[in-house]
C-alpha cells in the first residue's frame, strides 16, 4: 500500500509542475500593439495637420494658425471648421478602430484666440504608461509663440 | 488473498498510474505545443501586416511626388489609382506579389466626404484564405494632384499567417 501513497503524491507533484509551466509561461509581445503605440498617435496628427479642410480651401495647420493670429480666413467667421474637420476625421478613424483617444491644441500666451477643442474625446485609459502621446508643433511665425497639438492614445 | 497476488496487484495499479502519467504528459505538452504554434502564428502575421504596411505607406509608386521630405504620410491618389489598375490587369506580377505577400491593402477616404466610386481603393487584394487575420491602419494624407487638394484617409493592410 505505500507504493500506492507514493504514486499518488508523484501524480500530485507532477500535476502541480505542469500547471506552473502552463500558467508561467512569459507573455509573448504582441507587435501590433507596439506598433500601434509608437506610430499611430504621430502619424494620425501628421497627416490630418496637412488635411484641406473643405470650407476653408487650405489645411487643417494653417487654419489653426489664422484662427491664432491674424483671422485672415473667411470660414473662421462663420463657422468652427477646426472642430467639425477634426471629429470627422477622429470618428472615422481611431473611434471605428475601437481606440481610447484625447486630442488637445495648446496656445502660447501670444495667440490672439484659441480653440476650445470640443472633440467628442473618448475615456482615455488611466495609466500614462498604456498613453502613446503624438505631438506636432506648430510655430506662429511671424507672431511669436508655437502651438501644441497633442493626441494621446491607449494602447 | 495470497501474497502473489497483492504484488501482482500493487504492480499492475503502479504501471496503470504511470501511463495515465504519460498520458496526461503528453496532453499537456500537446497542449503548451499547440498554444505556442499559435501564438507564433499571430506574431508572425502581425510581423507581416506591420512590415507591408511601414512598406506600402513608403512605396514610390504611391508616395507623393514634389513634397516636404517630412510629409511621409502622403500617398498620391492618382498613382494608387493607377497602381490598383495595372495590379489588376498584372496579377501574376512578381514584384507586387514579393512586395505584398498575400495580403489585402486598401486605402480608405475619410475627410472630406469620400467619393463613394474611390472608397476604397483596393491596391492588392488576398487571394489565399487563411486562419489568423492581422489588420493594421496607417493613417495617411492622399493628395489628389489634379485638384491640389489632400484628403485625410488611411491605409488598411490584412495579412494572413
Known sequence: ME??????IVILVSIGLFYMIA???EPQPEPVKEYTASELATNTIVAMLATDIDDCGTTLEKVIVDKATYQNLPCLRSDDPINKSISLMLENSLQKWGKDYKLTIDYPDTATNTVDIAVPTTP?????RERETGTQPIPL???PGTVMVSLSICT | MKRAQIQFGESL??????????VLGIMFYARLQHDENTETSRTHSDLKAIEIAKLAS???????TGRPVQDKTCIDMEKAIRLEKWIGDNPTNLHYVKVFGDATVKLYFVYPTPIPVLNPIEIMKQTQNTQYKTTVQVPVTIHDPSTRKSRFGYLEVSSGG
Open chain 1, 23 to 25: 500558467f508561467t509561461k
Open chain 2, 58 to 64: 513608403s512605396l514610390p509608386e504611391l508616395k507623393c
Open chain 1, 3 to 8: 507504493i500506492m501513497g507514493l504514486a499518488v
Open chain 1, 141 to 143: 511665425y511671424p507672431v
Open chain 1, 124 to 128: 482615455l485609459c488611466g495609466d500614462m
Open chain 2, 13 to 22: 495499479a503502479v504501471i496503470i498510474i504511470l501511463v495515465v502519467m504519460i
